[in-house]
């Protein structure tokens, strides 16, 4: 996988976080009136430039978070900040600035691998000369130099997901959100993919939130792992030092400490 895009553009301060959920709250009604909680008083924050792996038990709310950063969804109580702006205002006014890699690759079937990856700039408004230029370029930094003229039912599972990871970096994002990106594909692809996937991020100033259920996964990509518990609430972080997952011991005590978090989280409230 190649190296070098454009970085993206630092907007806010340097001195506040690039990411900051203060006190979050939200719930949703059930079909019989009651309410179930999704985040409770959930705080946290997030630096520039740093990796930051989410890991908790299902229905943790963790999705739904998701959903709030993009403004997709809104809490009932606590903010969301991104470059200390209300992560409403920054979504309006930095169109693009925030992308997310789901576990599936949601491309449009119709769509050339090349016109699928450029279109989040084609909603941006971007010329198609201009945007199908800049898609080619993330094509080849994901190692589909061959493809770009493929349909999606023309590509294997790992490369579809390549296209969905160039569709997320082609607006130059700030923040990049992974939604159990590579859960859905098989071992050796997933491991093969989040090597590419940790060699490319590693060549932009952009900041990552990596929601995964997969703590070799969170090890292996990320500085910092919040655990969850269910409903949404931080737990506990453990630092992940530099290269862990090369260290048999290290790697061994942070999965038997998060493990052990993650039977206590499930446990809800």
Not at 50 to 70: M, Q
Request: charged share 25%; net charge neutral.
């Amino acid at each position: 996988m190649a190296e070098a895009m454009q970085p993206a553009a630092a907007i806010g301060s340097q001195n506040l976080p690039k990411l900051s959920v203060e006190r979050a709250q939200k719930s949703f009604r059930q079909g019989n009136g009651s309410e179930i909680s999704a985040i409770v008083d959930l705080s946290f924050s997030v630096a520039s430039g740093e990796y930051v792996a989410i890991v908790g038990p299902t229905g943790a709310g963790k999705s739904v978070l998701l959903d709030c950063l993009l403004g997709l969804k809104y809490l009932d109580a606590g903010q969301i900040r991104v470059d200390g702006l209300p992560v409403e205002n920054f979504v309006r006014e930095n169109e693009g600035h925030i992308t997310r890699i789901f576990q599936e690759d949601r491309l449009l079937p119709w769509l050339s691998a090349i016109d699928n990856a450029a279109f989040g700039l084609q909603i941006q408004g971007v010329g198609r000369v201009e945007r199908r230029a800049q898609a080619a370029r993330w094509l080849d930094a994901v190692g589909l130099s061959d493809f770009k003229d493929a349909l999606p039912r023309e590509l294997s599972g790992g490369m579809r997901q390549r296209v969905n990871i160039a569709r997320a970096f082609a607006p130059n994002p700030e923040l990049v959100l992974l939604d159990e990106a590579f859960s859905a594909l098989d071992d050796v692809t997933a491991s093969r993919l989040r090597q590419d996937f940790k060699t490319l991020a590693q060549s932009q100033q952009t900041t990552f939130l990596i929601v995964t259920h997969s703590i070799d996964e969170a090890i292996f990509l990320a500085n910092r792992i919040l655990v969850f518990g269910a409903p949404a609430r931080l737990m506990t972080e453990i630092a992940v030092p530099t290269r862990a997952w090369e260290d048999r011991a290290v790697s061994d005590r942070i999965k038997d400490e998060v493990r052990a978090l993650l039977v206590a989280g499930a446990r809800r409230n």
